[in-house]
């Protein structure tokens, strides 16, 4: 009879544990989007059908994301300004790149944890897809300067690369800058990172404490979600500047697209991802919050406000994948030499 009471008990605390509340309801009712549980259903978000996932192509993918030998100097990697270890970011307010040229827009480095679900890439939204993000960077002369001829042929000098690009595409496989581009995004799409909001979202009430709570009702009632919204809580491109100039307006010269659109950023693991803004100006995340209500919603928040948030916003902390640092094939005798010009 006591066991069976104990299985009741059970029973109910998990009930009440995992059912729905008006919170959660709002915030799913403001557009706000957990990422799923199951792991079939985000396969099916994450996946590419041009270009599935696979195990071998992400192992590959991962090498190539991690090899300064897409760059010209043969020092920057992908991961020198997403830095997986410091969440997918830099930490510094100019992306630094070739020749450690400051990036001559003074703009700052986006975190590529979950850019999967980013509808645009770049600031100014120019591509939706994480492939032509990665041939950018790769390409451009403040960042990593290698030409896609350098970069097919260095890749192509190396016979382990060969063999594991046969591996994963089949032996007839062309390995040009596309092919090596498009393998990095497919790493970049098992880049997610589930948080305790998530939890919250799909129904685990006491995920969230109180205190957080209250910041994601703070966070919707002063209108937050305008722009940070749907499983990303960001990534779309937005008006900047709706209701006032942003204080920083004069640090780089960067607009937005022709339309004076910016992409949003995403607000998943933002207290890891400082400075904050496409300018990288501002450091205190309560800072940017108050910014942002100023600049794009027209009201002033208050700093107690700005704390609700801040503690809200640290919820989105996600839990990152196990990345365990390649070993990468070695150079020949074929291998172009790294260039400083």
Partial sequence: MKIVRNLTISALSASLMFASSPLMTK???M????????????SQMIDDKSNPI????VELGKKLYFDPRLSRSGIISCNTCHNLGLGGADGIGAAIGHKWTANPHHLNSPTVYNSVFFKAQFWDGRSPHLADQAQGPIQAGPEMAAPPSLVEKRINSIPEYIEEFKNAY???????????????????RTLITPSRFDDFLNGKKMALSKEEKKGLETFISKGCTTCHTGIALGGTMQPFEVAAKYTFAKVGDFKGDKNGMVKTPTLRNITETAPYFHNGAIWSLAQAVKEMGSVQL????????ANEIVSFLKALKGRKPQITYPQLPESTNKTPKPTFD
């Fill in 27 to 29: 915030a799913k009712d």
């Fill in 31 to 42: 557009g706000l989007i957990a990422i799923p549980e199951s792991k079939a259903v985000l």
């Fill in 54 to 57: 696979t195990d071998s192509k």
């Fill in 170 to 188: 089949g032996d007839d496989v062309k390995i040009d800058f596309e092919k090596i581009t498009s393998t990095i995004s497919v790493f970049e």
């Fill in 298 to 305: 027209g009201i002033k928040i208050s700093d107690k406000e």
